[in-house]
């Protein structure tokens, strides 16, 4: 009976260490975000009224956020990788991001 104690206590903690390592628990965490992000937005999206759909600001918004969740959840590249696609999406988003920074800094000044 001991050996199946110290047979489970082992494989449970090499379980533990295991899901520590690849950071397991962060990512289902980050996942779950990005999946509400991505219904939020198409929820949002559904309620604009189709003559707004049409418009090009609107398109780009939700574009923009669909993008920064998806990217939200993506590995930093490796610095080897050679994916131009990849790079463009990271580099649109985060410069996007800054975009959005800025106007906000903008209407604050105005108030």
Request: charged share 10%; aromatic share 4%; net charge positive.
């Given at each position: 009976m001991a050996e199946w104690v110290a047979l489970?206590?082992?494989v449970g903690q090499a379980?533990?260490?295991w899901l520590r390592e690849n950071r397991i628990e962060e990512q289902r965490?980050?996942?779950?975000?990005?999946?509400?992000e991505l219904a939020d937005?198409?929820?949002k999206w559904e309620a604009v009224p189709m003559e707004k759909r049409a418009m090009q600001s609107k398109i780009d918004e939700l574009v923009l956020r669909v993008e920064t969740a998806i990217v939200s959840v993506?590995?930093?590249?490796?610095?080897?990788c050679n994916c131009p696609s990849l790079e463009v999406l990271v580099e649109r988003s985060e410069s996007a991001e800054e975009g959005e920074e800025k106007k906000k800094e903008g209407k604050g000044l105005e108030i």
């Open positions: 489970t206590v082992a379980a533990q260490q965490i980050a996942y779950r975000q990005a999946s509400a937005a198409k929820m993506v590995e930093p590249l490796p610095q080897s």
